[in-house]
């Protein structure tokens, strides 16, 4: 496509439930962020995909969080036993490598977890 | 650990004016630094992204400026519109996982 999309654009679930995320990025992008925004603090880098090498999982803020890359391409972010504070934006970014190139980024998936 | 700060926090000007945004980073052992614009209930959309080894871009309007061995970096808007209401922010790549850090942003305001 054009640019990074992301599914569903908004998500309302309750508490304790498992909620799923989906990045589809610029096709050719062999380099896949997520980040997530919450009110009134930055963004937050979470977990990158680079081709085939075993993704970089530093940002993950807890074993609740974990996501896949299938096939190179289409990402899901996963978050088991949602908790409140997990609401936030979770935003998908694409490039074309991991450094030197233009980062893209989707309009982002709004979680609000009641 | 690498900080971004951006400063000021917000800023209104009016109609036509240029201004400059600043944003400073800790640690000068970077990448990249890239200068995004975010509108509300949007995503981030780059508008310029400046090597470690280059000292300014310019798209149109806008000019960044890096100064890598101090930590900062600048985008000047010329002639400023409504229509560059936004929220700036700036982030530098570097680290092991060359991820972005992100600053806070600066929320401009352009008064017709």
């Known amino acids: 496509g054009a640019g990074v999309s992301q599914s569903p654009s908004n998500k309302v679930t309750e508490k304790g439930k498992d909620v799923e995320l989906r990045c589809d990025p610029i096709?050719?992008?062999?380099?896949l962020y997520w980040y997530r925004q919450s009110l009134g603090q930055g963004l937050e880098f979470l977990i990158y995909f680079q081709g085939n090498s075993a993704p970089d999982k530093s940002g993950l803020p807890s074993d609740r969080f974990s996501a896949e890359r299938t096939g190179g391409s289409v990402s899901t972010l996963t978050i088991q036993r949602t908790q409140q504070e997990d609401s936030a934006v979770y935003l998908c970014a694409s490039s074309k490598a991991i450094s030197g190139n233009t980062i893209y980024f989707g309009e982002g998936s709004w979680l609000t977890v009641v | 650990k690498q900080e971004v700060t951006q400063i000021p926090a917000a800023l209104s000007v009016p109609e036509g004016e240029n201004l400059v945004l600043n944003c400073s980073f800790t640690d000068s052992a970077i990448y990249n630094l890239q200068w995004f614009r975010q509108d509300p209930g949007k995503g981030l959309t780059s508008l310029l992204l400046?090597?470690?080894?280059?000292r300014e871009q310019t798209s149109g309007r806008l000019n960044a400026s890096l100064d890598k061995s101090s930590g900062r970096s600048t985008l000047y808007i010329a002639a400023s519109q409504p229509g560059d209401s936004a929220t700036y922010l700036c982030?530098?790549?570097?680290?092991?996982?060359?991820?972005?850090?992100f600053g806070s942003g600066t929320q401009l305001t352009v008064l017709p």
């Open positions: 982030a530098v790549s570097s680290g092991s996982a060359r991820q972005l850090t």
């Open positions: 096709s050719g992008h062999t380099a």
């Open positions: 400046i090597q470690s080894s280059q």
